[in-house]
């Protein structure tokens, strides 16, 4: 009897052993990947500050940092992945929506269509990118360092009161600027007949992401608005079950 409770006794240390240990190998590579992120934002924020104090202006600029952009978008897409395995206690759906929609601006937006990289609209929405990112990312890292600064708490669920609307602002802009091009280059649709007999047409698959806007902006804003009266103000927020 005595001998099968030590048997239980060491295998429950050696569950608890390997969870400690899957924990900060998760913590460790979290606070890698946050502390790079931010650098990585924070390049992409001097290189837009040093073209415009160099130029003047903010045409060619979009040209300048898209490379570095689109490594460091695209590379967001771990953050799916995160939420998939459970190391980060966040929902994979959100996640997916917000980093995908992104990568949706960057690669089948503002890449593929030139004419609109110079818009007031890009700028707009990536200032918001580059900030709203800095932000985050460096509350994630202070977070998980157990030393948080509180203006870094404090920005980060209070500035998106303002950034998440112009960013989105900024996005739809550039997406209504990009429809005459599309619709006169046809690109990325397809016209019967053809081998796999289907139509598809880039055109009103854009309207129809820009109308997919009206019901998911405002659950990820209020989802953040709740979010912040819990971690500012120490309300208990109960999510209703879908």
Not at 38 to 64: C, E, N, P
Not at 76 to 82: D, F
Request: aromatic share 16%.
């Amino acid at each position: 009897m005595a001998s099968s409770e030590e048997d239980g006794t060491v295998e429950e240390k050696e569950n608890n052993n390997k969870k400690r240990t899957k924990g900060a190998l998760a913590t460790a590579w979290l606070t890698f990947y946050n502390i790079a992120m931010t650098a990585g934002w924070l390049v992409l924020a001097m290189a837009m500050i040093r073209f415009y104090v160099q130029k003047g202006t903010h045409k060619g600029l979009y040209r300048s940092i898209a490379r570095t952009l689109k490594f460091f978008q695209t590379f967001a897409l771990v953050e799916v992945g995160h939420c998939a395995i459970g190391i980060v206690r966040t929902s994979v759906i959100v996640t997916g929506v917000q980093v995908c929609s992104r990568i949706f601006m960057v690669w089948f937006i503002t890449n593929s269509i030139r004419q609109v990289q110079s818009e007031e609209s890009v700028i707009l929405f990536l200032v918001v990118w580059t900030v709203t990112e800095i932000t985050r990312y460096s509350y994630y890292t202070f977070n998980l360092l157990h030393h948080l600064p509180y203006f870094i708490k404090w920005a980060r669920y209070n500035l998106f009161i303002v950034l998440y609307p112009l960013g989105v602002i900024g996005e739809l802009m550039t997406i209504y600027a990009a429809l005459p091009f599309v619709r006169r280059s046809g690109m990325y649709s397809m016209r019967l007949p053809n081998v796999y007999n289907v139509s598809f047409d880039y055109y009103y698959c854009l309207i129809i992401v820009m109308l997919s806007y009206i019901p998911l902006f405002p659950q990820l804003y209020f989802h953040m608005l709740r979010q912040r009266r819990r971690v500012l103000h120490g309300e208990v927020i109960v999510e209703k079950d879908d």
